[in-house]
């Protein structure tokens, strides 16, 4: 079942490369919220209640609905409705994140032990590649934020596949979860000003 | 063994006018009925053609030679448990490269006519296919790695009996993949638009202009059997072939008929690629099946 899920976080990942609109961006972070909610369930067999009940929670309600809802609202707010501003056309993007799959399975198959599971291996390090992928090829600074939340994605997915060995790290990764939505919810989601493009692209 | 063959030309008989009937009741019209394209295709070779000054030799083989090598490709594909009629190992490359010959005289052909509309409409429809080939590629060669053998017969009947537990995700990447390759090869939405009247905006359609009558209708009849042998091979991904033989003949058809449904509904609720998109929307697939790809290399651990 897990490897189910995993295989569907990766097809997101692709779609990550290949979507146009903020808003299918924001769909993608909340299903992969809910995919990580599910890997998480079926994974950590060897958990605390407690724990597990955290991290369930942490990925439900942070992930699926706090920071897709926040992301919207600061769409909403921009007026910025499609990821116009690229540095690279979308099908060299996709190139570079199949490319990036490949690098990724080679290094796992290079870093693989016995206590690691190398498709997680493997898809932790796509999901961190795709993740920087979308900050360095797009210009919107609000892309920026979802690549980042996507590297965090990647830092969680990493972090279950050793969570039976080291609870602990999950609890880190959630913390970082937290800061980041913190970040947002502080820079852009109060400050923004409505109508203007001033906090959605960098300056060159 | 001929089973396989003699079903794909059945289906191909009402495939297209399923596709029509789906669409006029999805649009609110009364419509065609099921067997118009072939009424159609009957009225087309009872004419002569008509030959430009321009054209050649080339021109006049390449329908013929298009529907051969559809034919031949039928061949290729087996059913339930019969090995298909020509089977050895590779002889998914052979399919594939049969298909893409075919697809090269059809090119060859709009090139021979001299009309920048054709030539056109050839170059864009070289670049689809190109593109889509390593889709087609990675995903037999996943189902090869996954049933560790390398002939369509062999692989399908072997498909549901590795007693590998993720066939189920094979079973669902490849269905949605072959629908959207067939889809793609067919030049149907959202890449193509079957039904445009723009030279311009064209891709399969501008090249087949030139030709009338008893060629056109041999072109129309490759489209039907190539729309059959990809729904073949759908329905060897998802029944698996140990089934009793009536069952799997009612399901061949009924899966079939739902692809046709599936391109039907496509049609009629999707709006068309802007061009410059098609590219990037096919190369999709490809990531899709090398994601599959890749899982099943680390399932198998092939490359540890």
């Given amino acids: 079942m897990v490897n189910y899920l995993i295989v569907l976080f990766a097809v997101t990942l692709i779609y990550f490369a290949s979507a146009e609109r903020l808003s299918t961006y924001v769909r993608l972070v909340a299903l992969q919220g809910l995919l990580l909610c599910g890997i998480a369930v079926f994974e950590l067999k060897e958990v605390n209640l407690a724990n597990l009940l955290f991290i369930v929670a942490e990925t439900l309600l942070f992930k699926t609905l706090l920071l897709p809802y926040l992301l919207s609202r600061i769409i909403r707010k921009s007026g910025v409705t499609k990821v116009h501003r690229q540095a690279v056309p979308g099908f060299y993007l996709l190139l570079f994140s199949i490319a990036g799959l490949l690098i990724s399975v080679i290094l796992a198959v290079i870093l693989v032990n016995p206590f690691i599971n190398s498709i997680y291996l493997a898809i932790a390090l796509f999901t961190l590649l795709t993740g920087l992928l979308l900050i360095v090829t797009h210009k919107l600074i609000i892309s920026h934020l979802i690549g980042f939340l996507v590297v965090e994605n990647a830092v969680f997915l990493f972090s279950l596949a050793i969570g039976n060995e080291m609870p602990m790290l999950i609890n880190i990764g959630i913390l970082l979860d937290i800061f980041v939505g913190v970040l947002i919810l502080g820079f852009f989601g109060l400050r923004l000003k409505p109508h203007t493009n001033e906090l959605t692209m960098l300056k060159d | 063994m001929m089973a396989g063959f ?31 394209p072939w009424k159609d295709i009957a009225v087309l070779f009872r004419k002569g053609s008509v030959f430009s ?211 039907g509904f496509t049609e009629s609720f999707r709006a068309r690629n802007k061009m410059n998109k098609n590219p990037k929307f096919i190369l999709t697939l490809s990531s899709i099946a090398l994601i599959a790809f890749m899982v099943i290399l680390i399932l198998t651990e092939k490359l540890a």
């Fill in chain 2, 53 to 263: 000054d321009t054209t050649g030799l080339i021109f006049r083989i390449a329908p013929s030679v298009t529907l051969a090598t559809v034919t031949v490709a039928m061949l290729l594909l087996p059913f339930a448990e019969q090995k298909a009629v020509l089977s050895f190992e590779g002889d998914f490359i052979l399919f594939a490269y049969l298909l893409a010959l075919g697809k090269f005289f059809t090119i060859i052909a709009a090139l021979d006519t001299g009309s920048s509309f054709e030539g056109m409409g050839a170059s864009r429809e070289a670049l689809f296919s190109m593109l889509v080939e390593p889709a087609f590629f990675i995903l037999i060669a996943t189902f090869a790695m996954f049933t560790g053998y390398t002939s369509f017969s062999v692989i399908f009947n072997h498909f549901f009996i590795t007693g590998n537990d993720y066939v189920l995700i094979y079973s669902i990447i490849g269905a949605y993949l072959l629908v959207q390759i067939a889809m793609i090869e067919n030049s149907r939405l959202p890449v193509d638009d079957p039904k445009t009247h723009l030279e311009l905006t064209m891709i399969h359609e501008v090249m087949i202009l030139d030709y009338s009558g008893f060629d056109k209708a041999l072109i129309h009849m490759g489209t039907y059997l190539k729309f059959a042998i990809y729904g073949s091979l759908i329905y060897n991904l998802v029944v698996p072939a140990g089934w009793n033989v009536i069952l799997q003949t009612g399901l061949f058809f009924a899966v079939q008929v739902l692809f046709a449904v599936v391109i």
């Fill in chain 2, 6 to 36: 003699i079903l794909i030309a059945v289906a191909a008989f009402f495939f297209p006018g399923v596709i029509l009937r789906t669409k006029s009741i999805a649009s609110g019209r009364k419509g065609p009925g099921i067997f118009q």
